[in-house]
């Protein structure tokens, strides 16, 4: 796995072998105690663990971490029957196949992830290895346009110099007085401003242009020599564009900050307030939406200037950062994120907190698809993937349809009732305008027929249906690999697959998020499924020998596990292609339909490494009274042990599309569900 450049912020925590096996070691102690009196008998200790990993020198080698009294094997057979393997997991976990950890026999701890989004940080990491941070809102440069004839005489092209500064203000007021249209509102029907009679045609002229570059939501025209502006609707056509020169750069990149908003929502609110369409905006990976998350775009032909509106116009996001590039971002085009997480309630001691960070920082997490792969809802989206490999078009449809969490009596519910009910057409008019998914699905139904299923499947964009399929995948690979490790535990045995000459991994499902679901409007890299690949997927696996087993050439660090495909290996002992396809034929799939006539749900399958060991770990506990208090904002200010409550602040990163809340899952032994953490947060 490539590694990134090192960052340059101060460790807080580095891992010290020798302590991390005394930690480990006195947390295995814990194992038959009652769990009340675990942490009361490890806090009395005359020496921290903490105090110990953090001060003592690094030895040069691993070994010493075998000496404590939890060795590989017993860690082996205690993968399902550590005291938290199953105390403190949920149903929602098991059912897509997440039922392992790495290390059982290492206590957890209780704390809240995410009470509030702002627990939650995360910056995206380029593949250069550089943290995105959004620095600079206000610097603008200029665009790389044809037309330079319009930048020399932009002074005189102003709303100022055309009308004069006093009605250049009234006529600013208006616009951001203007209510956004609804969708259902006539282009150009309300009147918004009109300007007094310009009596010089050259004069009308320029104003509308300015009006037509600066102002996306209006246009303009000639009444009798008055210039009047209407709002345009939702969803109207867009303004006319300037044209870009062939040899300039043709994209504008830009850092996006957001607050508890997914990324999808983010690109709609975008395109939806500048009047561009979402396919003209690429970036490397969703973002979770409880959270504060920095990541960088790119946009087609579109200033800074156009872009900077949003600033003004949207709540809970900015933008920034701008600059011109020649190249557009696909999905998977990043290394990966840094985060920087509050975990609320914790009540361990700090020997207890040091022994599961050693734990996590020497051997890391099994790298499953996390829950927010899988959706929300009746339904998930793996169910769903499986019915479209099936080819149970009007089942799928009418799961996607009906699936939602939606409260009683909002727009949703009511237009998915309709639905229900067999009235597309006013489920259409119903339906929310950001609920893209369904609005195309109907749209579909009611263009080429209301059995037309496949028909309306295909009209979604391609990302939108592989993020189905590829959720099988991972409900599948989930499943593998949680059955292998109950099998070999971390043991590397021979019948394994590692990948030739150390390679990465970069699975096509992998791609499409990091911490949430793929978005379906993103710019996906072309991929080419039906082409001949010379076998170069399938020979990028190498299968463990038995000699390689005897003599330990490799760790659990590098065993992979292929993604369900038609051009993958798969790996040779029990956890292979037999149990590939027993866990397929529990949906009626088969190998064979991996490899589909419907080129949409064809699927060649890739690697993913069955764990991850986060980089560049640091962590530190706080004390804080209020519930609410932000506590990632002012760090410093709740280093007081006088607070009667405790938590972990704690900051890693992680490759693309592993789940940070995976790592939570293996560092506290706990449920990463929805309903757990609120649960949770809400006991007093």
Same mark, same amino acid.
């Given at each position: ?66 000496? /404590? &009294? ?125 300007? +007094? ?55 504008? &990149?830009?850092?996006? &900050? ?21 396919s003209r905006i690429g970036f490397a990976g969703t973002k979770d939406k409880r959270a504060v998350t920095t990541q960088l775009m790119t946009v087609f032909h579109l200033s800074a200037k156009e872009l900077a509106h949003v600033n003004n116009r949207a709540t809970n996001m900015k933008v920034g950062n701008f600059t011109y590039v020649k190249d557009c971002l696909f999905l998977g085009g990043l290394w990966g994120n840094r985060f920087r997480i509050a975990i609320r309630n914790v009540s361990a001691g700090e020997e207890v907190i040091a022994a599961a960070v050693a734990s996590l920082a020497k051997d890391g997490f099994i790298n ?105 995948? &991972? ?13 070999? /535990? ?115 399958? +890739? ?36 607070a009667p409550k405790k938590a972990l602040l704690l900051e890693l990163s992680l490759h693309k599309s592993c789940y940070a809340t995976m790592c939570y899952r293996e560092l506290l032994k706990r449920s990463t569900s929805v309903e757990a953490q609120q649960a949770m947060s809400t006991a007093k």
């Amino acid at each position: 796995m490539t590694e990134p450049p090192p960052t340059k912020k101060r460790k807080i925590f580095q891992f010290n072998p020798a302590a991390a096996a005394a930690a480990a070691s006195a947390a295995a102690a814990l194992v038959a105690a009652q769990p009340p009196a675990a942490d009361a008998a490890i806090t009395a200790g005359s020496a921290t663990a903490a105090a110990a990993v953090v001060a003592a020198p690094a030895p040069a080698t691993d070994a010493a971490i075998t000496a /404590g &009294s939890t060795t590989a094997a017993a860690a082996d057979v205690a993968i399902f029957e550590g005291p938290a393997a199953e105390a403190n997991e949920d149903a929602l976990c098991v059912s897509v196949g997440i039922r392992a950890f790495m290390h059982p026999e290492v206590c957890g701890f209780s704390g809240v992830l995410k009470h509030r989004y702002s627990d939650f940080v995360v910056n995206e990491i380029t593949p250069a290895g550089v943290v995105v941070t959004l620095t600079d809102t206000t610097t603008v440069p200029p665009p790389p346009l044809a037309q330079q004839l319009q930048q020399q005489h932009e002074a005189e092209n102003t709303l100022e110099a055309l009308v004069g500064e006093e009605k250049a203000r009234l006529f600013r007021e208006a616009i951001a007085a203007a209510p956004p249209l609804a969708r259902n509102v006539n282009r150009g029907k309300t009147v918004l401003f009109a300007f +007094d009679a310009i009596e010089s045609k050259e004069t009308r002229t320029r104003l509308h242009q300015v009006i037509k570059a600066q102002f996306p939501t209006v246009e303009s025209s000639t009444d009798s020599g008055k210039v009047v502006v209407r709002q345009v609707a939702r969803g109207a056509a867009p303004t006319r564009r300037e044209q870009w020169s062939k040899d300039a750069p043709q994209y504008l &990149s830009f850092a996006l &900050s957001k607050e508890n908003m997914d990324t999808s929502y983010a690109v709609q609110t975008i395109c939806r307030l500048l009047h561009i369409k979402p396919s003209r905006i690429g970036f490397a990976g969703t973002k979770d939406k409880r959270a504060v998350t920095t990541q960088l775009m790119t946009v087609f032909h579109l200033s800074a200037k156009e872009l900077a509106h949003v600033n003004n116009r949207a709540t809970n996001m900015k933008v920034g950062n701008f600059t011109y590039v020649k190249d557009c971002l696909f999905l998977g085009g990043l290394w990966g994120n840094r985060f920087r997480i509050a975990i609320r309630n914790v009540s361990a001691g700090e020997e207890v907190i040091a022994a599961a960070v050693a734990s996590l920082a020497k051997d890391g997490f099994i790298n499953y698809f996390g829950l927010q792969r899988f959706g929300a809802g009746d339904t998930h989206t793996h169910e769903i993937g499986a019915l479209l490999l099936t080819n149970q078009w009007e089942e799928a449809v009418r799961r996607i349809m009906l699936n939602s969490n939606a409260a009683a009596g909002t727009p949703a519910a009511m237009a998915k009732e309709l639905f229900r009910e067999g009235k597309v057409r006013e489920c259409l008019d119903a339906l929310p305008w950001f609920m893209h998914i369904e609005r195309t699905l109907v749209g579909g139904l009611l263009q080429h027929g209301p059995t037309a299923y496949l028909n309306a499947i295909e009209m979604l964009p391609r990302n939108t249906r592989m993020l189905y399929v590829h959720a099988y995948q &991972s409900f599948i690979w989930n499943s593998a690999v949680s059955e292998r490790m109950k099998q070999y /535990g971390t043991h590397v045995v021979a019948g394994d697959l590692v990948l030739q000459n150390g390679g990465d991994t970069d699975a096509a499902v992998a791609a499409d998020d990091d911490e949430g679901a793929a978005a379906p409007d993103a710019v996906a890299a072309p991929e080419e499924e039906d082409e001949t690949d010379d076998g170069k997927l399938e020979n990028a696996a190498h299968v463990v020998t038995d000699e390689e087993e005897r003599s330990g050439r490799y760790t659990i660090n590098d065993v992979v596990m292929p993604l369900p495909g038609h051009r993958v290996r798969y790996p040779t002992h029990a956890a292979g292609e037999a149990l590939y396809a027993r866990l397929m034929s529990e949906h009626g799939v088969s190998a064979e339909q991996l490899h589909s006539k419907q080129r949409a749900f064809c699927l060649r399958g +890739d690697y993913r490494r069955v764990t991850e060991v986060p980089r560049d770990i640091a962590w530190h506990t706080v004390h804080y009274t209020a519930d609410d208090e932000p506590l990632l904002v002012d760090a410093a200010a709740h280093t007081g042990e006088a607070a009667p409550k405790k938590a972990l602040l704690l900051e890693l990163s992680l490759h693309k599309s592993c789940y940070a809340t995976m790592c939570y899952r293996e560092l506290l032994k706990r449920s990463t569900s929805v309903e757990a953490q609120q649960a949770m947060s809400t006991a007093k």
